[in-house]
């Protein structure tokens, strides 16, 4: 499995293993809106402010299976933060470590790159895995309303806990949607 940052032109591959991995695991709406979702972030947010990562596997021709986007989340005190969403790794590759060491991966550059927090909305069991713990809106409030708080999650890249941070982020246009939330 090799890792790197991604090539502009596989923004359409990137698309694809979004949708065939949601589709697989929720349904072909889910599958379609995820994808879009990852070809829009990859299309209309600034380059300074996304990571994309991807993961190859040379038993599959050096095709892209598995992928991770970090966009930024702006704070008006400043603070150097990323939310890491979408998250996808090809239904034939789940389950043996692909993910969690694309994820640690992307947290080691975003880290070597001066990011001093990183936050995920998603699956706490699957995520802890890789650092991330629950964080209270009291600590840290989410850009948008969260249909489910429970998966708001977060971890510092530079101390031990993350300090409380008064008002909302902002995160980029492309994920700025209700629905996704």
Known sequence: ????????GEIDEIRDLFTRTFTDSESEGEGTMVGNLAYELMNTTDNNDLFVFVARDHHHGAQIVGCIIFSRLTFDNGIDAFLLSPVAVSTDCQGK?????????????????????????????????????????????????????????????????????????????????????
């Open 1 to 8: 499995m090799e890792f790197s940052v991604y090539d502009p």
């Open 97 to 181: 470590g692909t993910g969690q060491a694309l994820i640690n991966f992307g947290l080691s550059n975003l880290k070597d790159n001066g990011t001093e927090l990183v936050f995920t909305y998603g699956d706490p069991n699957y995520y802890s895995r890789t650092g991330f713990a629950p964080v209270s809106e009291a600590v840290i409030r989410a850009p948008l309303p969260l249909s489910h708080p429970e998966g708001w999650l977060g971890q510092s890249l530079v101390s031990k806990t993350i300090e409380p941070v008064n008002g909302k982020p902002q995160c980029v246009k492309a994920m700025n949607k209700p629905e996704i939330w």
